[in-house]
């Protein structure tokens, strides 16, 4: 049975630093990534990376967020910087072998200004 297991959201101020882990089990994944939902909006991307390093950033977070993934370790990691209050939602950890894909439960990330 697969599972996703987040860690690292929490409350920051704006221009603070905040870093997302999310571990896999019950198989490997081509693509893991992460997404978010602030209230009232729609989820969205935010940062993908695939088995073979091949990374995708939303255009909100170029510059600012780092994805990287450890493939030993099954785990995927999302290094914020300079965030912004605009930054803040549910941020949820995503794996996919298509046609399947897997979210984890979601973690807060609240950033003050």
């Known amino acids: 049975q697969v599972q996703l297991v987040e860690s690292g959201g929490g409350l920051v101020q704006a221009g603070g630093s905040l870093k997302l882990s999310c571990a896999a089990s019950?198989?490997?994944?081509?693509?893991m990534g992460w997404y978010r939902q602030a209230p009232g909006k729609q989820r969205e991307l935010v940062a993908t990376i695939t088995s073979g390093g091949r990374i995708n950033y939303a255009d909100s977070v170029k510059g600012r967020f780092t994805i990287s993934r450890d493939n030993a370790k099954n785990t995927v990691y999302l290094q914020m910087s300079s965030l912004k209050p605009e930054d803040t939602a549910v941020y949820y950890c995503n794996a996919r072998n298509l046609p399947y894909t897997y979210w984890g439960q979601g973690t807060q990330v609240t950033v003050s200004s």
């Open positions: 019950g198989n490997s994944f081509n693509a």
